[in-house]
């Protein structure tokens, strides 16, 4: 089975990024490839329970990033990012795992494309 990872730096409302990565990711794992999100920097943001998208003309992913989870879809959150972006650990949303460098690194070599975000 074909793997690939799919890196998410940027928050969730804002620009397009995590739309796409998620929008990406379903429809991967639906052509039955495996997928790995990961989320680095802002995108950590995505992994927050109760997004808040009011005002910002974007469409809220929080169930998007469920429906990923539900479909297959292994969603990896970076540690550091995690800890700067001030998302702890009972904030985020289920299936959503914490991930340190040496472990995405793992994933990310483990596969055979990468697209970031």
Do not use: W
């Not at 927050?48 to 998007?64: I, P, V, Y």
């Not at 702890?88 to 914490?98: I, L, S």
């Amino acid at each position: 089975m074909e793997k690939i990872a799919m890196i998410l730096r940027k928050p969730p409302y804002g620009d397009i990024n995590a739309a796409e990565a998620v929008r990406h990711a379903l429809g991967a794992v639906s052509g039955d490839i495996a997928v790995s999100l990961i989320l680095v920097d802002g995108g950590v943001h995505l992994a927050r329970k109760g997004q808040d998208d009011t005002g910002t003309g974007f469409t809220n992913l929080e169930a998007t990033l469920k429906d990923c989870n539900e479909m297959g879809v292994e969603v990896f959150a970076d540690n550091l990012s995690l800890i700067e972006y001030g998302v702890k650990e009972g904030e985020r949303v289920e299936g959503v795992k914490a991930a340190n460098e040496s472990e995405i690194a793992a994933i990310i070599k483990s596969c055979d494309t990468t697209m970031i975000f």
